[in-house]
């Protein structure tokens, strides 16, 4: 069985920019979630899709934000970026939401 | 205070050595349990699920819930220089849509 993908693995975008990261699950998995991974805050929730629906978010501000398709893939979109958003994005999938959670080997961003 | 706590080390050991890997928490919500390793710069690796009180072993590694306590471990044995990496706690809330809290993480280093 594939496991979670995550396109694409590297970003480099200057301020001001926007970003959109995409997140394949594993066949089945209908539950998606997004965290963000520094080494000053380690991992931390963005939110959390399952049947296309936001179901739970993270403390971040709105230029965060979320989409899940009908297939269960996902993406993320920032905007604005700034330079405090260089961050390894982490993508997870369950079959449901109190299962547990398989990542994907990460988006890292880099802003300049 | 952090609804998880978990001691970031780093932990050295010698290889062949038990390894013991703990997390406390406040939330008595908190129903599942998970320990993960992440090795530098990829996406965290399942290695134990576990939703109830007491052991769950799986070849090296033993999880240990004491929910009486809020208090999980994670044994290794006979630790190998390629069990050097991070490991995460984290847990769900039961009821409730998935928000994984996570730990900090602790960094673990086998010496050969």
């Known amino acids: 069985k594939a496991g979670v993908t995550q396109t694409p693995r590297y970003l480099i975008k200057t301020r001001g920019q926007q970003v959109t990261l995409s997140c394949s699950p594993i066949?089945?998995?209908?539950?998606v979630s997004w965290y963000q991974q520094t080494p000053g805050q380690g991992l931390q929730f963005l939110f959390e899709?399952?049947?296309?629906?936001?179901?739970n978010k993270g403390n971040f501000p709105g230029r965060f934000s979320g989409r899940q398709f009908s297939n269960s893939r996902s993406e993320m979109n920032v905007s604005t970026l700034e330079l405090g958003d260089s961050a390894l994005y982490l993508c997870?999938?369950?079959?449901?939401?109190?299962?547990?959670?398989?990542f994907g080997p990460g988006t890292r961003l880099t802003v300049l | 205070q952090k609804e998880v706590e978990q001691d970031p080390g780093p932990l050295s050991v010698p290889e062949g050595a038990i390894v013991s890997l703990n997390c406390t928490y406040s939330?008595?919500?908190?129903?599942?349990f998970m320990w993960y390793r992440q090795y530098s710069r990829k996406g965290p690796e399942l290695l134990m699920y576990?939703?109830?009180?007491g052991n769950k072993e799986d070849g090296r590694f033993t999880a240990q819930v004491d929910k009486s306590s809020k208090y999980i471990s994670l044994f290794i044995r006979d630790s190998q220089p390629s069990d050097s990496a991070t490991y995460l706690c984290?847990?769900?809330?039961?009821?409730?849509?998935?928000?994984?809290?996570f730990g900090t993480g602790t960094k673990l280093q086998v010496i050969p």
């Open positions: 899709y399952f049947s296309e629906t936001q179901r």
């Open positions: 939330n008595s919500a908190f129903q599942y």
């Open positions: 066949s089945g998995h209908r539950s």
């Open positions: 984290a847990m769900i809330r039961s009821g409730g849509y998935q928000k994984v809290t």
């Open positions: 997870a999938s369950s079959f449901v939401q109190t299962d547990e959670q398989f």
């Open positions: 576990t939703y109830s009180s």
